[in-house]
């Protein structure tokens, strides 16, 4: 492999420790070249605009220039994608990262510098890799037309049980967070359904990213505990590290909550929810696959297809990674391929069955 087709990763970390630590697991990769490294946030924008790199890895608590303006300035004057590592107590911080640009987050074992610092190994490999099929031009939109704010206020109660009421169940990974704000924002009241979310998220972030849905979506959003009932104008979301599925207990369906395994590739996994999903409720589901890298999800749309439900992919023309809704696609069971923006009319069109045009030659390659 040429130095051209290396992926070029400038890392930023105030602690040398931890630069030294993540610049040895990245050169693990043959397809990796670190470029340099930052100690604060002046150096790092001065070095990003030196060099150039395809990524950066970034430490939000730094001296100089705290890792939101470095972010600001970086999305507005060189956008690059950038994947920080922070620490689980910060999670509201990797939020407010997402919403100005940055595209992923991997969470550090320990806060301070420590040994466990290593076992980030796999999982930072595995996102710096798939960074080569990133859409920075489609971060950029995103961050430039943020969802709709919420205007009214919700009700303080939870939503009332509908018997019958459809479900639609949405998988995510890379680019998933801002994709799922956007798309429960856009609904002006809540819609005539439940909705169950996998979105690729480690433990410990899950239960604020629900509460961050709640409050700024007419949605009644929460971390799925197992349980709960589907009831229309709510939505679940996989706790980070097990995986949502669903079962029958006591006449009704309710959601169930599985530990992962260590063997398990994805943790949520798309491809369990929709194939749970799939069982329980057959023809009365839609299934939607955002941006996202990997295959996740893929099985999934095939049971749900099989079960008479319909699928809904995100577009190349609007994913920061065209990956999952990709691999959906070229299973064959996808209804409509779709740009973002358009989902959310869709799935109002889709609880009414209203799908009129196929999926074929969309996207698909």
């Not at 950066?56 to 999305?75: A, H, K, N, Q, S």
């Not at 309710?254 to 798309?270: I, L, N």
């Amino acid at each position: 492999m040429s130095q051209k087709q290396l992926i070029r990763v400038l890392v930023i970390d105030d602690s040398a420790f931890s630069r030294q630590t993540i610049t040895r697991m990245l050169r693990t990769s043959p397809l990796v070249e670190v470029v340099g490294v930052a100690r604060d946030g002046e150096e790092a924008l001065r070095k990003t605009f030196e060099l150039h790199p395809d990524l950066i890895t970034l430490d939000l608590e730094m001296p100089r220039m705290d890792g939101f303006t470095f972010l600001r300035l970086v999305m507005n004057k060189r956008p690059t994608p950038v994947l920080v590592i922070s620490g689980r107590a910060g999670e509201q911080d990797v939020f407010k990262a997402l919403d100005l640009g940055a595209v992923d987050f991997i969470a550090k074992p320990d806060s301070r510098a420590t040994p466990e610092l290593s076992t980030i190994q796999s999982e930072l490999i595995r996102k710096v890799h798939s960074m080569r099929d990133l859409r920075i031009d489609k971060v950029r939109e995103r961050i430039e037309s943020p969802p709709p704010a919420l205007r009214r206020p919700k009700p303080s109660s939870e939503p009332v049980q509908v018997p019958g009421a459809p479900v639609v169940v949405i998988g995510s990974s890379t680019g998933g967070p801002s994709a799922l704000m956007q798309t429960l924002a856009a609904f002006s009241d809540p819609p005539d359904c439940s909705f169950l979310i996998a979105q690729h998220m480690p433990a410990g972030f899950t239960k604020g990213f629900a509460e961050r849905l709640d409050r700024l979506t007419p949605l009644f959003v929460r971390e799925a505990a197992g349980g709960e009932p589907l009831v229309a104008g709510s939505v679940w979301v996989a706790p980070g590290g097990h995986h949502l599925e669903l079962e029958s207990r006591g006449g009704r369906v309710v959601t169930r909550v599985v530990a992962s395994e260590p063997g398990d590739k994805y943790s949520p996994s798309v491809d369990r929810l929709f194939e749970s999903a799939a069982k329980h409720f057959g023809p009365d589901l839609l299934a939607v696959v955002l941006t996202g890298m990997g295959d996740d999800g893929r099985r999934g749309v095939m049971a749900v297809k099989q079960g008479g439900g319909m699928v809904i992919a995100e577009s190349e023309e609007s994913a920061v990674i065209f990956g999952m809704p990709q691999q959906a696609i070229r299973s064959g069971c996808v209804d409509r391929v779709l740009a973002l923006g358009d989902i959310p009319t869709a799935i109002q069109s889709g609880l009414a069955r209203d799908f009129a045009e196929p999926a074929q030659g969309k996207g698909a390659r």
